[in-house]
T-cell receptor, first 109, second 114 residues
């Protein structure tokens, strides 16, 4: 079942912060975050595993509430390069990585 | 080498044609995936291979036929496609199965069915 992301779109000025949320109705084993720029492949940002383990880039932070099956991606001091579509992907220990509908982030100068 | 290489980058095919998409990775990953992505939509899972065996088929029509000849290669054979199958086809690989590791995506093959 597809996770639900919010908001659908965000417009920021450089230096501002943003939070993107992802929720699922199924028990999750892991949550992945990817960013995709127009015409390019999705690029891995962060993975959060059940039990608290996290792997990802130093400048990206995220949280995973296992009880609520929710995750949030925190983008701080945004830069122009942060623009793109952010997808959360959820996996419930079946090997299926299913993506949410995406959140489009536009950072303006 | 952290690349997943897909060929061709672009493909135009007729509805009666047979073509194949190719995906290659040399990271030693044992899980490989095919996704389909329509414009402004998320990648949609099609197939998952684990240790060269098909482990997940998301009820994909038989006109799409995956193949994993070895641990580095993944093919997607196409036959008698429809115009609505036009999309970006993404291949991905990961170290672990069951979502424990990040997926590396190729740049995709943009397929147009005419």
């Amino acid at each position: 079942q597809q996770p639900v992301q919010s908001p659908q779109a965000v417009i920021l000025r450089e230096g501002e912060d943003a939070v993107i949320n992802c929720s699922s109705s199924k028990a999750l084993y892991s949550v992945h975050w990817y960013r995709q720029k127009h015409g390019e492949a999705p690029v891995f940002l962060m993975i959060l595993l059940k039990g608290g383990e996290q792997k990802g880039h130093e400048k990206i932070s995220a949280s995973f509430n296992e009880k609520k099956q929710q995750s949030s991606l925190y983008l701080t001091a945004s830069q122009l390069s942060y623009s793109g579509t952010y997808f959360c992907g959820t996996e419930s220990n079946t090997g299926k990585l299913i993506f949410g509908q995406g959140t489009t982030l536009q950072v303006k100068p | 080498d952290t690349e997943v290489t897909q060929t061709p980058k672009h493909l135009v095919m007729g509805m009666t044609n047979k073509k194949s998409l190719k995906c290659e990775q040399h990271m030693g990953h044992r899980a490989m995936y095919w996704y389909k992505q329509k414009a402004k939509k998320p990648p949609e899972l099609m197939f998952v291979y684990s240790y060269e065996k098909l482990s997940i088929n998301e009820s994909v029509p038989s006109r799409f036929s995956p193949e994993c000849p070895n641990s580095s290669l993944l093919n997607l054979h196409l036959h008698a496609l429809q115009p609505e199958d036009s999309a970006l086809y993404l291949c991905a690989s990961s170290q672990g199965f069951r979502g424990a590791a990040e997926a590396f995506f190729g740049q995709g093959t943009r397929l147009t069915v005419v």
